[in-house]
């Protein structure tokens, strides 16, 4: 058993009077004594069902208790540390934890660090100092801090995703997704159709048969062809892709990380539309799980609405027209089939395929017929054509549809044939249409549809309604509602006074029987784009051979690691060149670009891939090494730890068996990136039978900022909050006036708290306690720094109601509780486990509040209630309850004792008020019990003098009874 701490140093400032209080200096000693106490005893050792990771006895997980894994979103360690925003969630899962394992559940709590990623890399462009350096060294600023808070992780299981051995697995597990394709008439063990497979399975299928993609022969092809044939249905592919190209970053974007403006994410530089070399992932394949499957998760709906609308599934039909001069038909993708009467263009994206052929057959100069308005300016379509190209390419997808309400676009020349009605519909260009999105082409129709009817009015296009528009309709908009269907009939098709729904359904059946299109499903969601022109990140396991196909090094060949390179920086350039190409720093290590390898079929010179994965890569999977770091069995996870910690069943909440992590908190920025990635690999995992749960994560929590106020100067710059000066007139920066107003912590608004100065200035336990008891988990609060100190003030009341503040001894004493007591601990204990199970950790803090300002009334504390409110406090603020509970007698830590157990017979009020009514008027009163019967009421009722005295010897007809609160008695 160690000792308490002693009191304060002799420098302290605390009054002499009362040399044990709790304060800052005093809370210091306390946590720095515990935390290390709490490390050398293996306090929070997560043990496994088996295996070497026991807990700190030495044992493995008890049988029947519950795993419970909760997590925190995965930080990245930056070189400024943490400020007071940043502990929310982590303080947050710690309470929840806590909590968990007082009610007797095998918790697995853990931290790691997502290390690559771009900071880095621009700090070593800066400095020249290795990414890795600076990276560790700033894992250990927050590790730090993360200690200093107190926070309860199990440290065997940190780890960081540039450690070798992390790589590993992140190369192996691309490695696996490479080497797979998606069936999709497999069976899943879940009942489903569709999933990945081997690719030795898609290789078998062809030399049994299955035909090709273009209907040729297997046979007839040689080795490059097959391969080729092979790697184009890969999960992980190489493909020529538009992306978003970002010169003053010197790398390509994913859409994601691309802004509203079509600028980057990160420094805020133009994008531009580029068609490159790139690695894929083919998260489509997943569109309908990744979108159905939310409905067996609990997430907030909020983010599963975000998803849903990112992968946008949307329902109806192609269409195929004719177009004069091209080979093939146009197909067009529209959700809206019963309006194709009303089609009176066609619009493509300039990127789009048939856009050259049409071209190239149309006429060499404009037709005296064409407006000037459908021309753009130019002699020719071709000049046209071409000029127009040149500007969309200049725009990201993102700016091109944003700047669609210009309604700019061009003539081709061509026309495509109505289907339904044989009109010839002229073909235009519009940026606003993408290649990336659908088929890159869209049928027009301008009587019900905003967009269609602003460009039909630009370039002077009929306009014509397919559905019947209200009375006083004056036609100078397009009619979005519903009605019945009209102006839509030909020789064999008549939709005209059919509901919307109904003609859909009559026109896909009818292009179906005449060859003109087939019902469809279509999605916004795009293929990953998974390369970047990168140092600090993972390199692809891949090398290329002599006919530049890609080649999966073996496992013995992982991890590969990054080479040492003259230049961290990619080649960036000017932010507006939107002609410059990527080049990659790996390029100039040509020692290690080019090998020679024996694969199998002899020595050969194969050159690797210079790209590197994106940041999201090692977040993608790291809950999996969470359960299995040292990766026992030789695979990703064991799957008997998969099965423990995450697998179906293991959760009861989990009533859809989907299995996953039981708690995930972070913000709600990682709805679309993150959470969806991590989900795709997952479900690619879970197809090839190395995970049991169908999601990785089952609940997830979204936390809310923590936002301080900021101060701008008369020019709206910034300046820093802690320096400016309050004052009747309001407020001053070096006698500048400020101007106050609200923002999330940050560097940028120059109001960040670290939370260093919290410890020094109140002890972590009281930033803890302020910080979950500032409102709502889910809801940002504002941050202030005066109102810190009530947090302290409930924590010296705790301390003062079990230690002297003169002597130090404790104060307790064994004398039994008065009832009065009694029940509002017992309500106390039911009313904070109730709210911890709802991560309503505020109205706890409240709760205990109220308990412990009843102790500070009495005369003596009794030690039978002492004990439960220290017991209770332990979650939140837990280096104080700690060092109570070792003052209270107590030789092991609490970190492992059972919650208060409760006593219901507490929760039972003496009596209730009972009225007697006599024909609905009150005749009488008695104090009940609150669980009498019916039966005793009426007879109570009944035998009360009022009540007889009312009914006057009259008889009873019938006795209303509502237990326990009303009697009404109706005369005969």
């Not at 790589?167 to 879940?190: C, G, H, K, M, N």
């Amino acid at each position: 058993m160690t000792s308490p701490v002693s009191p304060r140093s002799p420098e302290s400032s605390a009054p002499a009077e009362v040399p044990f209080r709790y304060t800052a200096a005093l809370a210091e000693q306390i946590e720095l004594k515990w935390q290390q106490e709490w490390v050398e005893r293996g306090t929070f050792f997560a043990a496994n069902p088996d295996g070497d990771l026991t807990d700190g006895d030495g044992a493995h997980a008890k049988a029947g208790a519950k795993p419970f894994f909760v997590m925190d979103m995965f930080p990245y360690p930056s070189g400024a540390g943490l400020h007071v925003g940043h502990p929310l969630g982590y303080i947050a899962t710690d309470v929840v934890a806590r909590h968990r394992r007082m009610q007797g559940d095998n918790v697995l709590h853990a931290l790691g660090y997502d290390a690559f990623g771009l900071p880095a890399e621009q700090f070593a462009v800066q400095t020249g100092a290795h990414p890795r350096t600076t990276t560790e060294a700033n894992i250990e600023i927050m590790a730090r801090q993360l200690r200093r808070l107190g926070v309860a992780h199990d440290p065997r299981r940190s780890f960081a995703t540039i450690d070798p051995g992390y790589v590993r697995w992140t190369q192996w597990i691309f490695l696996q997704i490479f080497e797979s394709w998606y069936d999709e008439d497999a069976v899943r063990p879940d009942g489903g159709r569709g999933a990945a497979r081997p690719v030795s399975t898609l290789v078998e299928a062809y030399e049994n048969g299955r035909p090709l993609p273009d209907g040729g022969s297997w046979a007839e092809l040689d080795e490059v062809a097959r391969r080729k044939v092979i790697d184009s249905q890969r999960l992980a592919y190489v493909s020529e892709t538009p992306v978003n190209w970002c010169p003053g970053l010197g790398t390509v974007l994913a859409n994601e990380e691309v802004t509203s403006e079509g600028r980057s994410e990160r420094g805020n530089f133009p994008v531009f539309q580029r068609t490159l070399r790139q690695w894929n992932m083919r998260i489509t394949a997943y569109a309908d799980r990744l979108a159905d499957d939310l409905a067996l998760i609990d997430w907030p709906e909020k983010v599963s609405a975000m998803q849903r609308n990112w992968i946008g599934r949307s329902e109806g039909a192609h269409v195929h027209f004719e177009v004069t001069d091209a080979d093939e038909p146009l197909t067009v993708f529209t959700t809206r089939p019963d309006t194709l009467f009303g089609a009176t263009y066609v619009v493509l994206a300039p990127e789009h395929p048939l856009v050259d052929q049409i071209v190239a057959g149309a006429d060499e100069a404009w037709g005296d017929d064409i407006p000037q308005v459908w021309r753009g300016g130019a002699s020719t379509p071709a000049e046209a054509v071409a000029a127009y190209r040149r500007e969309a390419a200049a725009k990201t997808a993102v700016e091109r549809q944003a700047d669609a309400g210009r309604k700019t676009g061009v003539f081709t020349g061509g026309y495509a044939l109505n289907p339904v009605n044989g009109e010839s519909l002229p073909v235009f260009i519009a940026d606003y249409v993408l290649m990336g999105y659908g088929t890159g082409a869209i049928m027009a129709v301008p009587g019900g549809d905003a967009r269609d009817f602003a460009f039909a009015q630009a370039f002077e296009l009929p306009i014509v309604y397919t559905v019947q528009t209200p009375e006083g309709f004056a036609g100078d908009a397009a009619w979005t509602g519903d009605g019945a269907v009209v102006n839509s009939a030909n020789e064999t098709l008549d939709l005209n006074g059919l509901t919307v729904a109904e003609a859909k359904t009559r026109m896909i059946d009818w292009l179906e029987a005449e060859g003109a299109g087939e019902r469809t499903i279509t999605y916004r969601l795009r293929d990953w784009l998974f390369s970047r022109q990168r140092y600090w990140g993972e390199p692809f396991p891949i090398v290329y051979d002599e006919n530049d196909l890609p080649v999966a090094l073996p496992d013995d060949l992982l991890p590969v690691n990054l080479p040492e390179v003259p230049d961290y920086a990619p080649r960036t350039f000017d932010p507006e060149d939107a002609d410059s190409s990527p080049e990659a720093p790996l390029s100039r290590n040509t020692d290690w670009v080019e090998l020679t390898l024996d694969l199998g079929d002899g020595p050969k010179t194969y050159r690797r891939d210079t790209n590197t994965m994106p940041n999201w890569a090692g977040s993608c999977w790291y809950y999996l090494h969470y359960l299995d770091p040292e990766h026992r069995s030789g695979q990703v996870v064991d799957p008997e730890l998969e099965q423990y910690w995450m697998g179906p069943g293991h959760n009861p909440g989990d009533t859809h068996g989907v299995g996953g992590v039981d708690l995930y908190v972070g913000g709600v920025e990682h709805a679309v990136l993150h959470l969806l990635y991590a989900r795709f690999w997952h479900k690619v995992l879970y197809d090839l039978g190395h995970v049991a749960s169908r999601e990785p994560f089952y609940k997830l929590f979204n936390q809310g900022y923590i936002q301080a106020h900021a101060y701008t100067d008369a020019r709206g710059s910034y300046v820093p909050a802690a320096e400016v000066v309050e004052s009747e007139d309001g407020f001053t920066w070096n006698g500048e006036q400020v101007f106050q107003e609200y923002g999330k912590i940050g560097k940028s608004l120059k109001n960040v708290v670290s939370p260093d100065e919290m410890y020094a200035a109140y002890g972590a336990d009281t930033l803890r306690v302020y910080e979950m008891s500032m409102g709502p988990l889910d809801l940002s609060r504002p941050w202030e720094t005066r109102a810190v100190v009530g947090a302290q003030r409930f924590l010296q009341r705790v301390w003062r109601n079990v230690v002297s503040e003169e002597t130090g001894e404790v104060t307790v004493t064994d004398e039994a509780p008065a009832l009065e007591t009694l029940r509002l601990l017992h309500r106390t204990i039911a009313g904070v486990a109730e709210d911890m199970a709802e991560m309503r950790i505020n109205t706890a803090i409240a709760k205990l509040i109220v308990l412990n300002n009843h102790l500070t009334s009495l005369p003596a504390v009794p030690r039978a209630v002492a004990e439960p409110l220290v017991l209770m406090v332990a979650p939140i603020a837990p280096h104080l309850a700690e060092e109570l509970w070792q003052r209270l007698g107590h030789e092991r830590s609490l970190g492992h004792e059972p919650y208060p157990a409760l006593d219901e017979q507490y929760l039972v009020e003496d009596t209730v008020t009972c009225v007697f009514q006599v024909q609905g008027k009150v005749r009488g009163r008695a104090e009940v019990s609150p669980d009498i019967t019916e039966e005793a009421l009426r007879e109570a009722a009944l035998a009360d003098a009022n009540v007889q005295r009312a009914l006057d010897g009259r008889g009873v007809r019938t006795v209303i009874v509502r237990a326990p609160k009303l009697v009404n008695v109706v005369p005969a």
